[in-house]
Nanobody, 124 residues
Framework: QVQLVESGGGLVQAGGSLRLSCAASRRTVSMYSSGWFRQAPGKEREFVAAISWSTGSTNLVDSVVGRFTISRDNAKNTVYLQMNSLKPEDTAVYYC?????????????????WGKGTLVTVSS
């Protein structure tokens, strides 16, 4: 079993930055890509970003393009989400996820592994 542990959440003012980290206990063939989802109160969990462990290719939801960057450190089995120019509407619990393919890692219904989440609060 793979464990994903997120860190880096917190309270920040609008326009500020945070970096989230997701450390995996190990990587397996069922973890071709890893990514981030978020869930705001009363809303469904939505895809934010994903990255391939092998190629480094990335996918981001339109609402964060130009503000968020996803990266990975293969040696540390860790994925990062650098969030800049944060807005109050970015407030949510952010979840790390992993899937056997990039399409799986982008679909909350098909993700293989989930972290427990880290709260990001952006004040106006």
């Amino acid at each position: 079993q793979v464990q994903l542990v997120e860190s880096g959440g917190g309270l920040v003012q609008a326009g500020g930055s945070l970096r989230l980290s997701c450390a995996a206990s190990r990587r397996t063939v069922s973890m071709y890509s890893s990514g981030w989802f978020r869930q705001a109160p009363g809303k469904e969990r939505e895809f934010v970003a994903a990255i391939s462990w092998s190629t480094g290719s990335t996918n981001l939801v339109d609402s964060v393009v130009g503000r968020f960057t996803i990266s990975r450190d293969n040696a540390k089995n860790t994925v990062y989400l650098q969030m800049n120019s944060l807005k109050p509407e970015d407030t949510a619990v952010y979840y790390c996820a992993a899937g056997s393919s990039t399409s799986q890692a982008m679909d909350a219904r098909r993700v293989n592994y989930w972290g427990k989440g880290t709260l990001v609060t952006v004040s106006s």
